[in-house]
């Protein structure tokens, strides 16, 4: 009889039931099957074949299959399910609203409450840098100026972010352009938008970074797109821990991953930094064999 899964024939084989199904607990599913049979350098059964079978298969079947069940163990559920490694719009929404208003290194913010300097409440500003002594952080208003503000007296948010990109990139032209019955506004997007059109590029985006020369340590690391800076063309880019300036080029779109945090960095650079002291221990052959084949 043909084999269910490659269709030969093969009298002298050993007819075994399909791993997927009876030895993987619970079986593979669908979804499992496709999220690794997109996996660059999957092996081309994968794409033939379907995700399990009832009836018996061939020995060579076999053993191929139990390299995927080896695979979907390792690379999906020991990571937490597709649940995980392909998170819902809602957590991502809910992992925004929670780390929203967080007062981070060249993130917009607004001054208030200020009682010796009222004159600098409300007024817009540039985070650069804190001193934890103090909490105070030191600060670049609109206009270029430096100012020290204690923590407590600087507010960021999403529209804020806002103000401050309409702020600077209407700087020097009528403010009706950027106003509307005195408020600001967003600017449009589509042909006005001041970022290149780059498919999955755009503020609120998660990327992963690549092809960087000077700090290739950070190649393969997760960030958000924060804002784009028209006068150097570059993204600023927000990778959990700190945020970087860096070209179009540098970053490959990843919108079904969660947006860095602070913990998931610090997990990155540990993980990179073990990876790197494991490649020094290979010779040429086996770190080509490991970038070109499906174990990569």
């Known amino acids: 009889m043909p084999c ?15 791993p997927l199904r009876w030895e993987l607990d619970p079986p593979c599913t669908e979804a499992e099957w496709k999220h690794l049979s997109d996996t660059n350098g999957a092996p081309d059964f994968m794409a033939l074949q379907q995700c399990s079978y009832m009836n018996k298969i061939c020995r060579g079947c076999y053993n191929s299959r139990l390299l995927v069940m080896a695979k979907v163990k390792t690379r999906i559920r020991a990571l937490g399910g597709l649940e995980e490694l392909q998170p819902s719009m809602k957590m991502r929404k809910e992992y925004e ?19 010796s300097a009222a004159e ?4 817009l500003c ?8 103090t909490s105070r952080w030191t600060v670049e208003l609109v206009n270029g100026d430096q100012k020290s503000i204690k923590e407590a007296n600087l507010t960021a948010s999403k529209d804020i972010d806002l103000e401050w990109e309409v702020s600077r990139q209407c700087s020097g032209s009528k403010p009706t352009a950027a106003q509307m019955d005195g408020k600001p506004v967003a600017r449009p997007l589509g042909s006005n938008t001041s970022w290149p059109k780059v498919k999955g590029i755009h503020p609120g985006a998660v990327v992963r970074l690549q092809n960087l020369v000077a700090k290739q340590e950070l190649n393969g690391r997760k960030g958000r797109c924060i804002s784009f800076d028209p006068e150097v063309g570059r993204w600023k880019v927000d990778l959990g821990d700190e ?16 947006p860095p945090t602070r913990q ?6 540990a993980a990179g930094t ?7 221990a290979l010779d040429a052959r086996q770190k080509h064999a490991e970038d070109y084949g499906w174990d990569s």
């Open 97 to 115: 609203a929670a780390h929203q208003a967080d007062l981070l290194k060249n993130r917009p913010a607004k001054i208030d409450g200020l009682q």
């Open 243 to 258: 945020q970087k300036s860096l070209k179009v080029e540098n970053l490959v779109p990843a919108p079904d991953e969660k």
């Open 264 to 269: 998931s960095a610090e997990a990155e650079k």
């Open 274 to 280: 073990a990876e790197a002291t494991r490649r020094e």
């Open 126 to 133: 540039r985070l650069l840098s804190r001193d934890a002594q």
């Open 4 to 18: 269910a899964a490659c269709g030969q024939d093969k009298e002298t084989t050993e007819w075994k039931w399909d």
């Open 120 to 123: 600098l409440n409300g007024q």
